[in-house]
Protein backbone atom coordinates (compact mmCIF):
# COMPACT_ATOMS: atom_id res chain seq x y z
CA UNK A 1 0.00 0.00 0.00
CA UNK A 2 0.73 3.53 -0.79
CA UNK A 3 -0.89 5.53 1.68
CA UNK A 4 -0.68 9.15 -0.27
CA UNK A 5 -2.21 7.12 -3.23
CA UNK A 6 -4.95 6.15 -1.33
CA UNK A 7 -5.68 9.88 0.46
CA UNK A 8 -4.86 11.94 -2.57
CA UNK A 9 -7.62 14.54 -3.11
CA UNK A 10 -9.62 14.05 0.35
CA UNK A 11 -10.43 17.91 1.70
CA UNK A 12 -10.57 15.46 5.34
CA UNK A 13 -8.44 12.98 6.89
CA UNK A 14 -9.60 11.50 10.00
CA UNK A 15 -7.10 8.94 12.35
CA UNK A 16 -7.58 7.07 15.24
CA UNK A 17 -6.52 3.57 16.85
CA UNK A 18 -8.35 2.03 19.68
CA UNK A 19 -9.38 2.83 23.10
CA UNK A 20 -7.12 3.04 25.93
CA UNK A 21 -4.17 3.21 23.28
CA UNK A 22 -1.02 1.83 23.59
CA UNK A 23 2.19 3.11 22.21
CA UNK A 24 2.00 1.43 19.15
CA UNK A 25 -1.44 2.93 19.11
CA UNK A 26 -0.34 6.81 19.72
CA UNK A 27 2.81 5.79 17.57
CA UNK A 28 1.23 4.71 14.55
CA UNK A 29 -1.55 7.31 14.98
CA UNK A 30 1.24 10.17 15.81
CA UNK A 31 3.82 9.40 13.12
CA UNK A 32 0.90 9.19 10.19
CA UNK A 33 -0.73 12.28 10.92
CA UNK A 34 2.64 14.36 11.15
CA UNK A 35 3.35 12.65 8.05
CA UNK A 36 -0.30 13.37 6.29
CA UNK A 37 0.16 17.04 7.44
CA UNK A 38 3.15 17.55 4.94
CA UNK A 39 2.40 15.60 2.17
CA UNK A 40 -1.26 16.51 2.24
CA UNK A 41 -0.72 20.45 3.21
CA UNK A 42 -4.21 21.16 1.87
CA UNK A 43 -5.91 18.77 3.79
CA UNK A 44 -7.68 19.40 7.45
CA UNK A 45 -5.86 16.00 8.93
CA UNK A 46 -7.28 15.23 12.46
CA UNK A 47 -6.82 12.49 15.14
CA UNK A 48 -9.13 11.33 17.39
CA UNK A 49 -8.16 9.41 20.08
CA UNK A 50 -8.75 8.78 23.78
CA UNK A 51 -6.15 10.85 25.99
CA UNK A 52 -2.84 9.77 25.55
CA UNK A 53 -0.56 8.96 28.61
CA UNK A 54 1.60 11.48 30.27
CA UNK A 55 4.75 9.26 28.21
CA UNK A 56 3.72 10.29 25.01
CA UNK A 57 3.83 14.05 25.65
CA UNK A 58 7.23 14.02 23.99
CA UNK A 59 5.95 13.33 20.86
CA UNK A 60 5.30 16.54 18.65
CA UNK A 61 1.68 17.35 18.41
CA UNK A 62 0.37 15.21 20.74
CA UNK A 63 -1.53 18.63 22.30
CA UNK A 64 -3.27 18.48 18.86
CA UNK A 65 -5.34 15.13 19.46
CA UNK A 66 -9.27 15.63 19.41
CA UNK A 67 -9.72 13.72 22.59
CA UNK A 68 -13.56 14.58 22.76
CA UNK A 69 -14.89 13.06 19.35
CA UNK A 70 -18.59 12.70 19.16
CA UNK A 71 -18.72 10.63 16.42
CA UNK A 72 -20.57 13.71 14.44
CA UNK A 73 -17.40 14.64 12.65
CA UNK A 74 -17.17 13.66 9.02
CA UNK A 75 -14.21 12.95 7.08
CA UNK A 76 -14.11 11.88 3.29
CA UNK A 77 -11.00 9.48 4.25
CA UNK A 78 -10.49 7.82 7.82
CA UNK A 79 -7.91 5.43 8.78
CA UNK A 80 -8.64 2.70 11.84
CA UNK A 81 -5.08 1.73 13.06
CA UNK A 82 -3.53 -0.69 15.64
CA UNK A 83 -6.93 -2.48 15.57
CA UNK A 84 -10.21 -2.74 13.89
CA UNK A 85 -13.57 -0.33 13.82
CA UNK A 86 -15.26 -2.17 17.10
CA UNK A 87 -12.27 -1.07 19.34
CA UNK A 88 -12.58 2.71 18.18
CA UNK A 89 -15.10 3.79 20.93
CA UNK A 90 -16.93 7.28 19.35
CA UNK A 91 -14.62 7.55 16.15
CA UNK A 92 -16.58 4.27 15.03
CA UNK A 93 -19.53 6.64 14.17
CA UNK A 94 -17.33 8.77 11.81
CA UNK A 95 -15.59 5.46 10.21
CA UNK A 96 -19.16 4.32 9.51
CA UNK A 97 -19.54 7.84 8.27
CA UNK A 98 -16.64 8.50 6.34
CA UNK A 99 -16.60 7.85 2.38
CA UNK A 100 -13.33 6.14 2.22
CA UNK A 101 -12.14 4.07 4.96
CA UNK A 102 -8.34 2.55 5.75
CA UNK A 103 -7.56 -0.14 8.43
CA UNK A 104 -3.91 -0.94 8.71
CA UNK A 105 -3.20 -2.85 11.42
CA UNK A 106 -1.34 -6.39 12.56
CA UNK A 107 -3.63 -8.21 14.59
CA UNK A 108 -3.66 -12.00 13.84
CA UNK A 109 -7.80 -11.51 14.59
CA UNK A 110 -8.73 -8.64 12.59
CA UNK A 111 -9.60 -9.62 9.16
CA UNK A 112 -9.76 -5.74 7.81
CA UNK A 113 -13.08 -3.89 8.25
CA UNK A 114 -11.86 -0.63 5.72
CA UNK A 115 -12.57 -0.20 1.94
CA UNK A 116 -8.80 -0.60 1.94
CA UNK A 117 -7.13 -2.39 4.26
CA UNK A 118 -3.19 -3.45 5.17
CA UNK A 119 -3.42 -6.18 7.66
CA UNK A 120 0.11 -7.91 8.28
CA UNK A 121 -0.23 -10.00 11.25
CA UNK A 122 3.15 -11.01 11.41
CA UNK A 123 4.21 -7.48 11.70
CA UNK A 124 6.26 -6.25 14.98
CA UNK A 125 3.28 -3.14 15.30
CA UNK A 126 1.05 -1.07 13.44
CA UNK A 127 4.33 1.60 13.58
CA UNK A 128 6.28 -0.43 11.90
CA UNK A 129 3.31 -0.72 8.76
CA UNK A 130 3.00 2.33 8.76
CA UNK A 131 6.78 2.91 8.01
CA UNK A 132 6.62 0.73 4.82
CA UNK A 133 2.89 2.55 3.69
CA UNK A 134 5.13 5.67 3.49
CA UNK A 135 6.94 5.28 0.05
CA UNK A 136 8.03 8.87 -0.17
CA UNK A 137 10.64 8.61 2.39
CA UNK A 138 12.18 12.18 1.59
CA UNK A 139 8.74 13.39 3.70
CA UNK A 140 10.12 11.76 6.63
CA UNK A 141 11.83 13.61 9.47
CA UNK A 142 13.11 13.43 13.15
CA UNK A 143 9.28 13.94 14.63
CA UNK A 144 7.37 11.41 12.79
CA UNK A 145 10.76 8.83 12.94
CA UNK A 146 10.43 9.82 16.71
CA UNK A 147 6.76 8.62 16.97
CA UNK A 148 7.16 5.37 14.85
CA UNK A 149 10.02 4.54 16.70
CA UNK A 150 8.27 4.81 20.07
CA UNK A 151 5.67 2.07 18.54
CA UNK A 152 8.39 -0.44 17.38
CA UNK A 153 9.53 -0.14 20.95
CA UNK A 154 6.74 -0.56 22.80
CA UNK A 155 4.91 -3.25 20.90
CA UNK A 156 8.11 -5.34 20.75
CA UNK A 157 9.38 -4.79 24.32
CA UNK A 158 12.45 -2.95 22.87
CA UNK A 159 13.35 -6.09 20.25
CA UNK A 160 12.57 -8.82 22.54
CA UNK A 161 9.52 -10.73 21.68
CA UNK A 162 9.24 -12.59 19.16
CA UNK A 163 7.57 -10.42 16.94
CA UNK A 164 10.51 -8.65 16.09
CA UNK A 165 11.70 -9.61 12.40
CA UNK A 166 14.63 -8.30 10.20
CA UNK A 167 12.66 -5.64 8.60
CA UNK A 168 11.84 -4.70 12.13
CA UNK A 169 15.54 -3.61 13.12
CA UNK A 170 16.23 -2.68 9.27
CA UNK A 171 13.07 -0.30 9.87
CA UNK A 172 14.49 0.80 13.48
CA UNK A 173 17.78 1.46 12.30
CA UNK A 174 16.38 3.75 9.05
CA UNK A 175 14.38 5.87 11.84
CA UNK A 176 17.71 6.65 14.67
CA UNK A 177 19.35 7.24 11.90
CA UNK A 178 16.86 10.53 12.22
CA UNK A 179 19.21 11.28 15.32
CA UNK A 180 16.39 11.29 18.07
CA UNK A 181 18.07 10.67 21.56
CA UNK A 182 16.55 6.82 21.59
CA UNK A 183 18.43 5.98 24.89
CA UNK A 184 16.10 8.92 26.50
CA UNK A 185 13.09 7.65 24.67
CA UNK A 186 13.47 3.80 25.63
CA UNK A 187 13.60 4.86 29.46
CA UNK A 188 11.19 7.57 29.54
CA UNK A 189 8.11 6.27 27.74
CA UNK A 190 8.94 2.34 27.90
CA UNK A 191 11.15 1.47 31.46
CA UNK A 192 10.09 4.14 33.33
CA UNK A 193 7.64 3.79 36.26
CA UNK A 194 5.85 5.86 38.88
CA UNK A 195 6.00 5.09 42.35
CA UNK A 196 2.07 4.49 42.00
CA UNK A 197 2.92 1.99 39.24
CA UNK A 198 5.50 -0.07 41.11
CA UNK A 199 3.85 -0.19 44.47
CA UNK A 200 0.71 -1.57 42.37
CA UNK A 201 2.88 -4.09 40.37
CA UNK A 202 4.25 -5.14 43.30
CA UNK A 203 1.01 -6.01 45.31
CA UNK A 204 -0.08 -7.79 42.17
CA UNK A 205 2.89 -10.00 41.89
CA UNK A 206 2.27 -10.76 45.91
CA UNK A 207 -1.11 -11.69 45.12
CA UNK A 208 -0.80 -13.73 42.56
CA UNK A 209 -1.56 -17.57 42.28
CA UNK A 210 0.07 -19.86 40.60
CA UNK A 211 -1.75 -22.88 38.98
CA UNK A 212 -2.33 -25.89 36.85
CA UNK A 213 1.45 -27.34 37.90
CA UNK A 214 3.13 -24.09 38.09
CA UNK A 215 1.85 -23.66 34.43
CA UNK A 216 -0.38 -20.76 34.70
CA UNK A 217 -0.04 -17.52 37.20
CA UNK A 218 -3.10 -15.10 37.41
CA UNK A 219 -3.19 -12.07 39.23
CA UNK A 220 -6.37 -9.02 39.63
CA UNK A 221 -6.66 -5.64 40.84
CA UNK A 222 -10.04 -4.41 42.08
CA UNK A 223 -11.69 -0.90 41.37
CA UNK A 224 -10.94 -0.86 45.15
CA UNK A 225 -7.23 -1.00 44.87
CA UNK A 226 -7.65 1.18 42.12
CA UNK A 227 -8.58 3.93 44.36
CA UNK A 228 -6.63 3.60 46.79
CA UNK A 229 -3.90 3.91 44.85
CA UNK A 230 -5.57 6.40 42.48
CA UNK A 231 -4.12 4.58 39.48
CA UNK A 232 -5.54 4.53 35.95
CA UNK A 233 -5.57 1.74 33.89
CA UNK A 234 -2.24 2.28 31.88
CA UNK A 235 -0.62 2.60 35.07
CA UNK A 236 -1.28 -1.36 35.28
CA UNK A 237 0.53 -1.45 31.87
CA UNK A 238 3.66 -4.26 32.12
CA UNK A 239 2.32 -6.20 35.17
CA UNK A 240 1.11 -9.32 32.78
CA UNK A 241 4.23 -9.02 30.67
CA UNK A 242 6.10 -9.29 35.02
CA UNK A 243 3.93 -12.22 35.63
CA UNK A 244 4.63 -14.09 32.06
CA UNK A 245 8.44 -14.27 32.97
CA UNK A 246 8.03 -15.85 36.58
CA UNK A 247 10.36 -19.28 36.20
CA UNK A 248 7.81 -22.37 34.85
CA UNK A 249 4.83 -20.30 33.87
CA UNK A 250 3.63 -20.47 30.59
CA UNK A 251 0.87 -18.54 30.73
CA UNK A 252 -0.23 -15.37 32.44
CA UNK A 253 -3.35 -13.55 33.07
CA UNK A 254 -3.76 -10.30 34.80
CA UNK A 255 -7.19 -8.79 35.40
CA UNK A 256 -8.56 -5.40 36.45
CA UNK A 257 -11.95 -4.69 37.56
CA UNK A 258 -13.83 -2.10 35.20
CA UNK A 259 -17.14 -2.41 36.66
CA UNK A 260 -19.07 -4.51 39.04
CA UNK A 261 -18.56 -8.18 37.56
CA UNK A 262 -16.57 -6.62 34.61
CA UNK A 263 -12.81 -7.21 33.74
CA UNK A 264 -10.24 -6.25 31.51
CA UNK A 265 -8.14 -9.03 30.86
CA UNK A 266 -4.99 -9.30 29.42
CA UNK A 267 -2.79 -12.72 28.13
CA UNK A 268 0.48 -13.34 27.36
CA UNK A 269 2.05 -16.65 26.51
CA UNK A 270 5.30 -17.74 26.31
CA UNK A 271 4.75 -19.81 22.94
CA UNK A 272 2.55 -22.95 23.52
CA UNK A 273 -0.16 -21.47 24.30
CA UNK A 274 -2.35 -18.99 21.23
CA UNK A 275 -3.82 -16.67 23.68
CA UNK A 276 -5.31 -14.95 20.75
CA UNK A 277 -7.59 -18.04 20.05
CA UNK A 278 -8.43 -17.60 23.80
CA UNK A 279 -9.06 -14.09 24.16
CA UNK A 280 -11.48 -14.46 20.53
CA UNK A 281 -13.37 -17.09 22.19
CA UNK A 282 -14.30 -14.28 24.79
CA UNK A 283 -14.40 -11.63 22.72
CA UNK A 284 -11.85 -10.29 22.37
CA UNK A 285 -8.31 -10.69 20.08
CA UNK A 286 -4.50 -9.73 20.04
CA UNK A 287 -1.76 -11.77 19.03
CA UNK A 288 -0.32 -15.33 19.67
CA UNK A 289 1.65 -14.58 22.67
CA UNK A 290 -0.76 -10.85 23.79
CA UNK A 291 -4.38 -10.48 23.58
CA UNK A 292 -6.88 -9.30 25.85
CA UNK A 293 -10.59 -9.24 26.41
CA UNK A 294 -13.31 -7.54 28.76
CA UNK A 295 -15.17 -10.30 30.15
CA UNK A 296 -18.00 -10.59 32.33
CA UNK A 297 -18.21 -12.44 36.01
CA UNK A 298 -16.69 -13.15 39.00
CA UNK A 299 -13.15 -13.01 39.48
CA UNK A 300 -13.33 -17.26 40.07
CA UNK A 301 -15.26 -17.55 37.01
CA UNK A 302 -13.60 -15.80 34.61
CA UNK A 303 -10.68 -17.92 35.59
CA UNK A 304 -12.45 -20.93 35.50
CA UNK A 305 -13.44 -20.10 31.51
CA UNK A 306 -10.32 -19.39 30.37
CA UNK A 307 -8.22 -22.17 32.05
CA UNK A 308 -10.56 -24.15 30.51
CA UNK A 309 -9.70 -23.07 27.27
CA UNK A 310 -5.84 -22.65 27.86
CA UNK A 311 -5.73 -26.54 29.49
CA UNK A 312 -7.54 -27.68 26.44
CA UNK A 313 -4.75 -26.32 24.34
CA UNK A 314 -2.38 -27.82 26.12
CA UNK A 315 -3.77 -31.24 26.58
CA UNK A 316 -3.94 -30.91 22.22
CA UNK A 317 -0.30 -30.21 22.45
CA UNK A 318 0.85 -33.15 24.51
P1 LIG B 1 -3.31 -5.94 26.37
O1 LIG B 1 -3.22 -7.12 27.22
O2 LIG B 1 -4.54 -5.13 26.56
O3 LIG B 1 -2.06 -5.14 26.41
O4 LIG B 1 -3.47 -6.47 24.88
C1 LIG B 1 -2.58 -7.35 24.29
C2 LIG B 1 -2.80 -7.35 22.79
O5 LIG B 1 -4.11 -7.79 22.49
C3 LIG B 1 -2.66 -5.95 22.18
O6 LIG B 1 -2.09 -6.08 20.90
C4 LIG B 1 -4.08 -5.49 22.10
O7 LIG B 1 -4.24 -4.56 21.06
C5 LIG B 1 -4.85 -6.78 21.85
N1 LIG B 1 -6.18 -6.71 22.47
C6 LIG B 1 -6.47 -6.42 23.75
N2 LIG B 1 -7.81 -6.44 23.96
C7 LIG B 1 -8.38 -6.73 22.77
C8 LIG B 1 -9.74 -6.87 22.31
N3 LIG B 1 -10.78 -6.74 23.13
N4 LIG B 1 -9.93 -7.15 21.00
C9 LIG B 1 -8.90 -7.29 20.14
N5 LIG B 1 -7.60 -7.18 20.52
C10 LIG B 1 -7.34 -6.91 21.80
MN1 LIG C 1 -2.19 -1.62 20.45
MN1 LIG D 1 0.06 -2.88 17.94
Redesign the pocket.
Known sequence: MNIYNEVKGAASIGISG?E?P?G?CVGSVMGLYLYLKKACPEARVQVLLEKPADIFSCIQGIEEIHTNCTGDEVFDVFIAL???KD?LGQAKECFDKAAKTINIDH?V??SGCGDVNYIVPGASSTSELIYDVIEDKTLLDQEIAKALYIGIIH?TGVFQYSNTAPSTLRTAAELISYGFDFTELIEKTFYEKTYIQNQILGRALLESILFMEGKCVVSMVDKKTMNFYRAQPHDL?GI?SQLRVTKGVECAIFMYQTNTLEY?V???SGGSVDVAKV?EFF?????TR?????MRGTFHDIVNNLSDRIAEQMREKQ
Do not use: E, I, Y
Not at 290 to 294: I, P, V
Open positions: HRDDDAARHTNDDVKSLRAGGGGHAAGAT
